[in-house]
């Protein structure tokens, strides 16, 4: 049976993680990249070419290519990812879920269309994840989470159980947040924070416990 061909959108560090994992998976075959940077156009990443811009997308779905994964990180604003996200669904490609063997996922879990759930990662019973979500290397997202679409949970980033997560958030490196608090949408969480109250939207806290470091605009698109 012949593999899904699939196409990433970005060629940097990212991209590289996330064609290891689809590598390990196999029906599947990551066969080009796309990003806006033309100085990396006509190079390869892990021995895929970078064919251009998003602008080559009409052409790609004409040749049969319908399935996507997105290979753009974020550092605290997912509004980009995000776009990139929706206008390729928009053009009618289908994002696929790449989940690294060595994640522990719970029977119970539910994971969203377009995530990444890297290695050692760990999300426990009754929890949902929404679409487009990071779970990052050795993260943990403890039962009856609930995480929103487009949000990016940090390498080591710890969730207690029940929290709620809004959409387009950040988690950052090694945070961790007590069971039952929200984060509002559009929110970062910074490195190494401690949430042990509420987080509203459109907000950065850092700090042990977490507070406000600013507001943040512009969040949705």
């Known amino acids: 049976m012949p593999k899904v061909q699939v196409l990433g959108l970005g060629a940097g560090g990212h991209a590289k993680v996330v ?12 066969v080009a990249l796309l990003d806006s940077n033309d100085t990396l156009w006509r190079s390869h990443v892990l021995g895929v070419p970078v064919l251009g811009g998003d602008d080559l997308l009409p052409d790609l779905y004409g040749k049969g290519i319908r399935t996507f994964f997105v290979g753009v990180g974020a550092t605290g604003d997912m509004g980009p990812r995000r776009r990139l996200y929706r ?27 377009g ?13 949902q994840i929404g679409e487009d979500v ?18 990016h949970i940090a ?3 710890k969730l207690a159980s029940g929290v709620l997560v809004g959409d387009g958030s950040h ?10 608090k929200r984060i509002g949408r559009n ?23 977490a507070r406000v470091l600013r507001t943040r ?5």
Do not use: K
């Not at 988690?171 to 039952?180: K, R, S």
């Open 217 to 221: 605009s512009g969040g949705d698109d």
């Open 155 to 157: 390498p080591g980033a």
């Open 87 to 113: 206008s390729t669904r928009a053009h009618g490609f289908d994002a696929i879920t790449a989940i690294h063997p060595t994640a522990v996922i719970s029977r119970t879990a539910q994971i969203g269309v």
């Open 187 to 209: 929110a970062v969480v910074g490195a190494g924070a401690v949430v042990v109250r509420d987080i509203p939207d459109d907000v950065v806290v850092t700090g042990v416990p």
């Open 115 to 127: 995530g990444t759930v890297m290695a050692g990662a760990i999300i426990n019973a009754g929890a």
């Open 19 to 30: 064609i290891e994992i689809l590598r390990l998976m196999e029906d599947v075959e990551v």
């Open 171 to 180: 988690i950052g490196l090694g945070a961790a947040i007590i069971q039952g």
């Open 134 to 151: 990071i779970v990052n290397s050795g993260a943990l997202v403890e039962h009856d989470c609930v995480i929103g679409d487009h949000v």
